[in-house]
């Protein structure tokens, strides 16, 4: 059975950092790329960040240089290093297996002041 579970979203004010993990399970998780998306109130949700089974990574213009996206295969972990937040980051967090219909069930991150 295959289980995404998030953690590390919480309140931070702008300009902050937080770390999101996403434990995998139920996968051989060190051969699948792997992404981050969000879903802000009343808007769909987006992707946020990829990273191939080989560590190539990708971002979207709203998060690059801000955002870091990496995996620890030993431990089937991913995860999203978030800096400089802002108002416009604030989002429900969603790891997903690329390519595969396999959701998390979320983290919310709040950037207020």
């Known amino acids: 059975q295959v289980q995404l579970v998030e953690s590390g979203g919480g309140l931070v004010q702008p300009g902050g950092s937080l770390r999101l993990s996403c434990a995998a399970s139920?996968?051989?998780?060190?051969?699948?790329?792997m992404g981050w998306y969000r879903q802000a109130p009343g808007k769909q949700r987006e992707l946020v960040a990829t990273?191939?089974?080989?560590?190539?990574?990708n971002y979207s213009d709203s998060v690059k240089a801000r955002f870091t996206i990496s995996r620890d295969n030993a431990k089937n972990t991913l995860y999203l290093q978030m800096n400089s937040l802002k108002f416009e980051d604030t989002a429900v967090y969603y790891c997903?297996?690329?390519?595969?219909?396999?959701w998390g069930q979320g983290t919310q991150v709040t950037v207020s002041s």
């Open positions: 139920g996968i051989i998780f060190s051969t699948y790329a």
């Open positions: 997903k297996i690329s390519n595969r219909p396999y």
């Open positions: 990273i191939t089974s080989s560590g190539r990574t």
